[in-house]
């Protein structure tokens, strides 16, 4: 982060200053601080985005306003021009030294293209549903993320992928078939990803990876899909874990690897535990997936959770989970009003017990250390 490598900046002066280090090794910091910072937007770059989107839908509901005044061939050509200029304007500023204001406009580039596609379908009367045209937009956006070497772009077919998948998924458009194809979207936009230097684009695919099992678990309730996903979660969590500089060089996922390891472990177990539950009776397959859900986000704190926050508070989000689940399937005879009442505020103690007990220790100086 910025703000990182600005107090390393001046950590370094200041050893320099007091004479703990000599030149030659603050010169050699400051440059590696420089070679692996990160770069983030700033807020001006946020609001030259939104800015920049906002500009393009008022471009093309002007457009779609006289649609009907403007002749035929004449719309086509304002369209491509539009994005052209786009694409072209960017190009130029990118070169300048205005990367937010050239990405910028290659957002509105895209957008543009997405909503070409569905006025000349209009216009055409060209065959096809609403996810297809989303497959168009999706692979033009890749492909101009590719040439562009872009990792807003990236994002944003990555976006336009998931998209596809959650509508295709939920049958919004009604589909003959479960939606397989995403596994090979996926797959292409994870190697773009690489090209573009887009580690958002490689966590936000992760994630759409394990939603997309989770569809396909809803689509035929089977334990097969639960069972693969926790056995490699846990492949994964122990290779970031106890080989974390390799993997990490390998995935370039910052370091949260563990993290969505865990998202993943937790979604296959809450798959098997909903297939297991049985609402009338103790169920010993339950209590067993169960136990293995609580000991899973327990070695996940003590592993890995002193490096991350952010795993922390999914560990915490999984035990509420657990605690929650355990109690309406195996002791549901308790389920009057009062004891209701009186269980959750029980667990909800002993969560808020557990959480602070954890965080104590974290904060000790030892994991003075714990990053976001």
């Not at 703990?20 to 400051?30: K, M, N, P, W």
Request: hydrophobic share 60%; proline share 2%.
């Amino acid at each position: 982060m910025a703000s990182y490598s600005s107090r390393v900046r001046a950590d370094i002066a200041r050893w320099l200053q007091a004479g703990l280090i000599d030149a030659s090794t603050a010169g050699a910091l400051t440059l590696d601080v420089e070679a692996n910072q990160r770069t983030s937007l700033s807020f001006g770059s946020i609001l030259a985005m939104m800015a920049a989107l906002l500009f393009g839908a008022a471009i093309l509901i002007f457009v779609a306003a006289n649609w009907e005044a403007i002749p035929r061939l004449a719309r086509v050509a304002a369209l491509f021009a539009i994005i052209l200029a786009c694409y072209v304007g960017g190009a130029v500023l990118k070169t300048r030294d205005h990367p937010a204001l050239g990405e910028a406009l290659w957002m509105v580039a895209a957008a543009a293209f997405g909503g070409s596609i569905a006025l000349i379908g209009q216009m055409y009367h060209l065959s096809g549903d609403e996810t297809s045209a989303l497959i168009t937009w999706g692979a033009g956006t890749a492909l101009a993320a590719v040439a562009l070497r872009s990792n807003p772009l990236t994002v944003a077919s990555v976006g336009i992928a998931e998209a596809w998948l959650f509508l295709r998924g939920f049958d919004y458009f009604g589909r003959a078939e479960f939606p397989h194809l995403f596994v090979v979207m996926a797959s292409v936009l994870f190697a773009i990803s690489f090209w573009s230097r887009s580690q958002a684009a490689r966590h936000l695919i992760i994630l759409s990876v394990i939603f997309y099992l989770a569809l396909l678990f809803t689509e035929y309730e089977t334990l097969q899909v639960a069972v693969p996903l926790v056995v490699v979660s846990v492949l994964l969590f122990s290779a970031a874990i106890f080989a974390a500089e390799p993997v990490d060089w390998i995935l370039q996922l910052g370091g949260r690897l563990p993290l969505h390891a865990l998202v993943g472990f937790l979604t296959g177990l809450a798959m098997i535990q909903f297939e297991l539950a049985d609402l009338s009776s103790y169920n010993s397959g339950f209590a067993i997936a169960s136990a293995v859900a609580l000991a899973g986000i327990v070695a996940a704190i003590v592993l890995g959770g002193r490096d991350s926050r952010g795993l922390r508070w999914v560990a915490y989000a999984g035990f509420a989970f657990e605690l929650a689940i355990i109690y309406m399937v195996m002791l549901q005879s308790m389920l009057d009003t009062a004891g209701f009442f009186l269980a959750a505020a029980v667990l909800l103690g002993i969560l808020a017990f557990v959480i602070l007990r954890i965080e104590k220790r974290m904060r000790s100086p030892s994991g003075e250390g714990a990053a976001a």
